[in-house]
């Protein structure tokens, strides 16, 4: 079993970005969490961050054939990309959403996800914890079908 972990722009600056809402670990920290879970499960993992809406289209189309499911953190493309929501529309494979602070207590501009409306699970608010729980439970899902 394939996951694809996809981060979204800014998600990079993990551990310089206000660290009174992401936290103080950093963007390699969170690959390496990722990393460990994904040996835990047994599952193969491929993380992808990019800044550009366009890359990360293109590799959610990627993914079609090549990956069994798909964790996403589109971080502010959450609330503006309806092309990142066609793409994960498009691919059709199992996905989650992430989002590491509550963007449900925040700005309002941010209570709309996009993206999440093709996603069947949703962890928000929960920092790192939510990329390792969203695996945790698409393993199963997928198992379990
Ligand atoms: C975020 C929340 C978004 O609103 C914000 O633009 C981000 C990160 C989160 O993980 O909490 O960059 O997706």
Redesign the pocket.
Known sequence: MKILVIN????NMLGIREPGI?GNSSYDDLCRMIRRKAEELQVEVSIFQSNSEGDIVTRIQQALGQEDAIVI????Y??TSIAILDALKAAALPAAE????D?TK?ESF?SISYAGMACGRHYIGMGFDGYLKAMEDLVKDISSR
């Open positions: 979204g722009p800014n998600l992401y953190n589109p971080a502010a959450t609330h992430v989002h590491i602070s963007v925040r941010r």
